[in-house]
């Protein structure tokens, strides 16, 4: 069981890693230090993007739940 968990974490892993890597961001470098930073990460996902999106908070709430079921198995 504890073999299987920790393969499933690994695969959800790194297909976490690739849906954030796949996400695109509209802020930019300049953001960084405060310039055009109001409306950045805000605005309608739509099409490929709100799919890149939701599967990225749906891995991000599998990784963490396989990670809470490995912690309680070891």
Same mark, same amino acid.
């Not at 299987?4 to 959800?12: N, S």
């Not at 599967?55 to 963490?64: D, K, M, P, S, W």
């Given at each position: 069981?504890?073999?299987?968990?920790?393969?499933?974490? $690994?695969?959800?892993?790194?297909?976490?890693?690739?849906?954030?890597?796949?996400?695109?961001?509209?802020? #930019?470098?300049?953001?960084?230090? #405060? +310039? %055009?930073?109001? %409306?950045? #990460?805000?605005?309608?996902?739509?099409?490929?993007?709100?799919?890149? !999106?939701?599967?990225?908070?749906?891995? $991000?709430? $599998?990784?963490?739940?396989? +990670? !809470?079921?490995? !912690?309680?198995?070891?």
């Amino acid at each position: 069981m504890a073999t299987a968990i920790t393969f499933a974490l $690994a695969l959800v892993s790194v297909l976490l890693i690739g849906a954030i890597l796949l996400q695109t961001s509209a802020a #930019g470098i300049g953001a960084l230090g #405060g +310039a %055009d930073s109001v %409306d950045a #990460g805000f605005h309608t996902r739509r099409g490929p993007e709100r799919v890149i !999106f939701v599967a990225t908070v749906v891995l $991000a709430a $599998a990784f963490a739940a396989l +990670a !809470f079921a490995a !912690f309680r198995l070891a």
